[in-house]
């Protein structure tokens, strides 16, 4: 397939040094020396196209693609797209050797576990999965997390032929594409249910790319602070291990120890507030339901979109400031409720892992020290979900956390501190954070029979559906 098989470039002309059809063609015959350009040395009848052949490839392609009716996104474009751009840079099978040692770290980390907290194991199912399958494991609650912006930049596109005039909507595109929307559309009086398929291909492979991109970052199932995965299912991804010990001057398998403890000590959490899975999806989804979308930025990039050249796409949107936080009282409340609840389960994470790790793990605290900066600039989740919610995801408060959770197992030993977890009302706020000494000084009886089931102080939803 010709790496840009439906230009929506400049009018006029191909892409610059088109020449060929770029390094990435996979296609076959005739495409593998670059697919020449009119055999006549004038300016192709087709555009950037090159040939009728690959115009005629490119309108059966945009129509099937136009043809989901899965709902405003077109998630199967959004996988497609992240493993796309997860095999763009090599993602080999994971080896049986590796995946062995992956599932005896997971289970030797879950034994270590046993010492420093009264959870009991989350873990039903321990995997080693290469980046593609962390893409498939993952999507589900990605879609979930990007449907209520993606429905606002949907309902953006299809409106913007309300507000704008249909002949002056096509004036910025090639003249093949005018002709296609005519063949396909009924015309560009017509396009307003067109723009809307089109808007759920843009989040859709905007996603995908970002997903991709997130892919190649991560080490686990829970490595950006939210349970993305199978409930009960821990993983670590052994290229992503790899890159993480990379230039730490540690040995690999205390590497591989310290992420698998990690990845158990979520699962734990996870498995034993059952409120605190919905707590942080839907802050998540609070946050970005007050998301705006600015119809002149869409607008703009418009002649950049190509649903055959996700690298185009992502390359368009990423450019124009399209989402816009509104910044209102709910939404800030949103975000702190997010940021805090990050913050206290990393926090909670990073002690128990200290914990347990210090005393087997010679350099447990240089590994540790590589989360933080990691933490700090920002993770492998900021940017992904910058793009996705125009959210920067970021525990920025974990170091006060973890001080508060260390304070509680002194002051009240694991039982005791692992019990503030209780209820979401037990747990520090973002004030609390300043004075953690105050918070601790004044939990040590904490009276929870009133918060016992789901009594009418139980907030709804937050009862954790536990039956």
Known sequence: MPDRPFGFGPPGGGRPGSGSSGSGSSGSGSGSSGGPPDETG????????GDPQQFADALRQFADLMSWQGGPVNWDLAKNVARHTVAAEGDPSVLDVDRHKIVDALRLADLWLDEVTSF???VRVAEAWSR???????????????????????????GMLAAEDPSELGAGLPAELTEAFKAIGGGLAGLGGMMRRIGGMMVGSQTGAAVGALAREVVSSTDVGLPLGPDGTAALLPAGVAAFGAGLSVDLDQ????????????????????WLRAHLLSA??????????DASQLRDAMPQIDPANPEAIQEALSGAALFQPE???QQKAALNRLETALALVEGWVDTVVDAASRDRLPQAGALAEAVRRRRATGGPAEHTFATLVGLE???????????IWRGLTEARGVEGRDAVWAHPDLLPTAE??????????????LDMSELEGPGPEAAPGEDGGSE
């Open 42 to 49: 004038g300016a192709s009848p087709f555009g950037p196209l």
């Open 120 to 122: 009991s194991t989350g």
């Open 132 to 158: 593609s399958e962390w893409v498939e494991a993952t999507l589900p609650v990605w879609s979930k997390l990007c449907d209520p912006i993606a429905d606002r930049a949907v309902d953006a596109m299809g």
């Open 255 to 274: 590497v591989r120890l310290f992420l698998a403890l990690r990845e158990a000590a979520h699962h734990r959490l996870f498995s034993h507030v059952p």
């Open 432 to 445: 609390d954070f300043d004075d953690p000494d105050g918070f601790i000084a004044g939990k040590h009886e």
């Open 284 to 293: 998540v989804e609070d946050y970005a339901r007050g998301i705006t979308i």
């Open 393 to 403: 995801l970021r525990p920025r408060r974990s170091r006060e956390a973890a001080a």
């Open 327 to 329: 910044d209102t009282p």
